[in-house]
């Protein structure tokens, strides 16, 4: 069965700098993968998504992730990060079965 | 479209009573997902229809639980003699029928058993 792990449980950054949110899959082949934000209350708001092609994809509020094979891995970026940023993300894999197996999430505190 | 929508978006109940959510897909899509999150936890799955016809369901589904589509259309999700360990936030997404299966969540039904 297959596996996320999202090893960050809460990550601070200050306004403006930089982001990277991990993401370990464990899966025999390649899935599709997802991240997903949340914010208080909410439901999830897919951000971006990867299904083949090219490894780097670009989602909405300027959010990237690159999907590196050899380390079973979907890092979510940003360069530059916003306060209204601050929420829990969520990395999701699926396996060609419809439904997604999601990590534990990693909530961001960003500060003024 | 107006998306997902649940039914209600929160209910307290109190333990022993039944309970039961609505979930309004995205009207073209035919694949519908329930999930459970719990505090500090990822969506983690219960079930899912493509259609009327209920597909998979989790172990994580006890018999106290029961979902249905009955015209492919709404869902419910009923809980029957609740139990403090079913609080939860409740969620529900749609997709269309062919894969890459991009799910699209609702607001979410927050259950709190008394």
């Known amino acids: 069965a297959q596996s996320v792990t999202q090893p960050d449980i809460h990550i601070t950054v200050s306004e403006g700098a930089s982001l990277e949110l991990r993401c370990n899959y464990s899966?025999?082949?390649?899935?599709?993968l997802f991240w997903y934000v949340q914010s208080p209350g909410q439901g999830l708001q897919l951000l971006l998504k990867?299904?083949?092609?090219?490894?780097l994809v670009q989602g909405i509020k300027g959010f990237e992730a690159e999907f590196k094979r050899s380390q079973s891995s979907f890092n979510l970026r940003k360069p530059s990060v916003h306060w209204s940023d601050a929420a829990e993300y969520f990395c999701?894999?699926?396996?060609?079965?419809?439904?997604?197996?999601f990590g534990d999430g990693t909530t961001l505190t960003v500060k003024p | 479209d107006t998306g997902v929508s649940q039914d209600p978006r929160h209910k307290i109940t109190k333990r022993g009573q039944n309970v039961t959510f609505r979930c309004d897909p995205i009207?073209?899509?035919?694949?519908l997902y329930w999930y459970r999150q719990t505090l500090g936890q990822g969506p983690e799955f219960l079930t899912y229809?493509?259609?009327?016809?209920?597909?998979?369901k989790s172990r994580l589904l006890s018999d106290r639980f029961s979902a249905e589509r009955p015209k492919g259309s709404f869902s419910t999700l009923e809980i029957q003699r609740t139990e403090q360990g079913d609080s939860a936030m409740y969620l529900c997404?749609?997709?269309?029928?062919?894969?890459?299966?991009?799910?699209?969540f609702g607001p979410g039904t927050r259950l709190t058993v008394t």
């Open positions: 009207s073209e899509h035919n694949r």
């Open positions: 899966y025999g082949a390649t899935p599709y």
């Open positions: 999701a894999v699926d396996t060609n079965a419809g439904k997604s197996t």
């Open positions: 990867y299904f083949s092609g090219d490894t």
């Open positions: 997404a749609s997709s269309g029928g062919q894969p890459p299966y991009e799910q699209y």
């Open positions: 229809f493509q259609n009327e016809a209920q597909l998979e």
